[in-house]
């Protein structure tokens, strides 16, 4: 009875209803879709901040992660950012595109996340990286 928001792309089916559709004011949508990042919602918002090294700050500066998300450039040329999530699924996803580029600060538990997914990967290759 909850709330979802879904990827269009992934609906394979649809079927049409003799119901009238439910309205939802836009504001309780917000309230309730507009907090989490990526197609993950939820009202036990964390803030995730992230560390870019200087190579590659203007890339991830220019980029929209979230609407409501913060940025500034630290004295080094790093890029500090931090952004809203309720589900840090798609979030760690998009974090480890920009490995080893990136440094997750907070919070603990965004931290955890993003490092049992890169032991997970070193163990799939068997445990025996080389530089």
Do not use: N
Not at 16 to 33: F, G, H, N, R, S
Not at 34 to 47: L, P, T
Not at 65 to 76: A, I, L, S, T, V
């Amino acid at each position: 009875e909850a709330l979802r928001s879904f990827a269009v792309d992934a609906i394979q089916r649809t079927q049409v209803l003799d119901k009238a559709a439910i309205y939802v004011p836009e504001t309780e949508l917000d309230d309730v879709l507009g907090c989490g990042y990526g197609i993950f919602a939820g009202r036990e918002v964390q803030w995730a901040s992230l560390r870019f090294t200087p190579e590659r700050a203007r890339w991830v500066a220019a980029e929209g992660w979230h609407p409501k998300q913060r940025g500034r450039f630290e004295p080094d040329g790093s890029y500090l950012l931090e952004l809203p999530y309720a589900d840090p699924r798609e979030l760690v996803m998009d974090i480890l595109r920009h490995v080893p580029e990136v440094e997750v600060l907070g919070p603990a538990s965004l931290v955890a996340a993003v490092e049992g997914k890169l032991l997970a990967g070193v163990k799939r290759f068997g445990g025996g990286l080389t530089q």
